[in-house]
């Protein structure tokens, strides 16, 4: 059977298994739609942890970004995973322990404000929206190749799918079908990275292929010669500086991701929460420690196949015609030799590669097994789906609960609560879909920019919140509003102004740690000139320090 034959089986059964979980886990109350019920299993919750969090960026695009960066890459991994390390250890337990429903709950109530409230909904938003648009773009690009249809089409597809599981089923719904989403996203990373490590070294196991064969002495030669920089040689296109301040961005902001946090409040206790949040760190490093190996190989089989080939033999590649298709894939003999080349000067290149390709790409480089590559298209579709799916439950329980429950109408009842939050998703679906269509950037690079900014708003609001009695409501508020301000203004300058990174040379995604920084210095400040929280805040906030207890 072709490839396009096995995507269609493979996405029309994981979709039909996505759907049926939605409708069993309907619900009808706010419990259940925003926080599960707080009835999830630590090792199910786990799952779901990981499959949120290992969006389309890590599973589409992160490998691509490593394979064009090389050594520099490894700031994507450090960040991510040393940041869910920092939320497992400071966050998780306590914030389950305050046992709300979202992360502008637990900022409103700890800092005794709506002003406070509100600028956190709005943080969230603003975070929330950025990360989904690298998502719904994710899910186009699967579409557009494996469909064979334009990615427009492909965002629209995804936005059904997803409303139908979202809107239905809430936080319930969600839980359940990211726990079979983590289940088909790993499988579909692992075996072609398995198939291709054997292919090439020899070695089954793509951890000790990639650091005991000999394929990266290759690559680093293959790179030389073609007059790149060596694949291992570091700082080649970023400073030091800037990679540690990206590095330190990714990891804060995963602490203060809001779509992340939200998950362990739908365990049944703060233990529950710290089991859960081990069994998702075991599950995130399956892939995580495979994805070095997967960029090298790609990066090793990419230019083998293409560089220095004749148009015609590169039109006899099946798979390099329907990538040209999508237009995320080029060619172009600019000096008319008859040969296309890859250089590092964009002006001379003739071979252009969109970076969000190269996962889904690789296992048809590779000369895989049709059902192999339909595979890691359904696991491309399930990551992207798995995190927009929680990113959309933040952005209508931001509104739903936090602005209409909780400020405009405390009296509501609980089917207008879950009707309102029904809404707001199908909202937020529609803007994630004109995001998807027009995104910012590459899908890791915009996912970048939401770290950023939940590093500069949340995370030191929510560490101070846990562990300073004294932060009050003033410094709190003026921390999110200076780091998140400074944040964004720095990175929309950058990105669309022509603004010049004037901060240290520090690039729009690692601006995230200096808004951080600025944040935690207000907020501290502000906080000593003014008076102190109540003394039942005081003694609420003491209490929330110690993970075991009644709270």
Request: glycine letters at 8%.
């Amino acid at each position: 059977m072709s490839v396009e034959l096995w995507t269609t089986i493979f996405v029309a059964i994981t979709f039909i298994i996505y759907l049926y979980i939605g409708w069993r886990s309907r619900v009808r109350d706010s419990e259940g739609f925003f926080v599960a019920d707080r009835g999830v299993p630590a090792l199910a919750n786990g799952a779901a942890t990981a499959a949120d969090w290992m969006s389309a960026a890590s599973f589409i695009s992160m490998a691509g970004l490593i394979s064009f960066l090389g050594y520099d890459g490894s700031m994507y991994l450090m960040g991510w995973t040393g940041g869910f390390v920092l939320l497992a250890l400071l966050l998780a337990p306590y914030l389950r322990k305050f046992g709300k429903y979202t992360v502008p709950d637990f900022v409103g109530d700890r800092y005794y404000s709506v002003w406070a409230r509100l600028v956190a909904v709005v943080a969230a938003i603003f975070v929330s929206l950025t990360y989904v648009a690298g998502q719904m773009r994710g899910v186009g690009i699967v579409f557009s190749r494996f469909l064979q249809v334009d990615i427009n089409t492909g965002v629209i597809i995804g936005m059904i799918i997803v409303a139908f599981f979202a809107i239905l089923g809430g936080m319930k719904g969600i839980t359940w079908t990211q726990v079979a989403q983590y289940t088909v996203l790993i499988f579909a990373f692992i075996i072609p990275a398995v198939a291709i490590a054997l292919k090439l070294t020899g070695n089954p196991i793509p951890q000790l292929a990639f650091s005991f064969s000999d394929i990266v002495p290759k690559l680093n030669q293959i790179q030389v010669d073609l007059g790149f920089a060596e694949y291992t040689q570091p700082f080649v296109d970023k400073s030091m500086l800037d990679i540690l301040f990206i590095t330190i961005a990714l990891m804060v902001g995963t602490a203060g991701l809001p779509h992340v946090i939200v998950r362990f409040y739908t365990v049944p206790s703060a233990r529950a929460a710290r089991y859960s949040a081990g069994w998702a760190l075991l599950f995130i490093a399956i892939l995580y420690t495979t994805a070095p190996a997967v960029s090298a190989f790609a990066r090793y089989n990419l230019i083998d196949s293409l560089h220095d080939k004749t148009i015609a033999e590169v039109q006899q590649l099946d798979w390099a015609n329907k990538w040209s298709n999508t237009g995320l894939l080029g060619f172009e003999d600019k000096n008319n030799d008859g040969r296309i080349e890859l250089t590092p000067d964009e002006t001379t290149s003739e071979i252009t590669i969109d970076r969000d390709i190269i996962v889904l790409a690789t296992p048809e480089v590779a000369s895989l097994a049709p059902w192999v590559i339909a595979l890691v298209a359904a696991g491309g579709l399930a990551a992207a789906l798995s995190t927009a799916s929680g990113l959309l439950l933040v952005i209508s329980s931001s509104i739903a609960h936090d602005v209409y429950y909780r400020i405009i109408n405390p009296n509501a009842s609980e089917s207008r609560r879950v009707m309102v939050g029904r809404i707001m998703v199908g909202f937020a679906i529609a803007i994630a879909g004109y995001f998807g269509v027009n995104p910012p950037g590459f899908v890791a690079e915009v996912v970048a920019f939401a770290f950023g900014l939940a590093a500069a708003s949340f995370f030191p609001v929510i560490l101070l919140g846990i562990f300073d009695s004294r932060t009050n409501r003033e410094g709190a508020i003026a921390g999110m509003i200076v780091g998140l301000a400074f944040t964004l203004f720095y990175i929309i300058g950058n990105k669309f102004y022509g603004m010049p990174p004037w901060f240290l040379g520090i690039s729009p995604e690692g601006i995230g740690t200096v808004g951080m920084i600025l944040n935690f210095i207000i907020t501290y400040t502000v906080s000593r000139l003014t008076p102190p929280p109540p003394r039942e805040i005081q003694a609420m906030v003491d209490n929330l320090q110690s993970p075991e207890g009644n709270f």
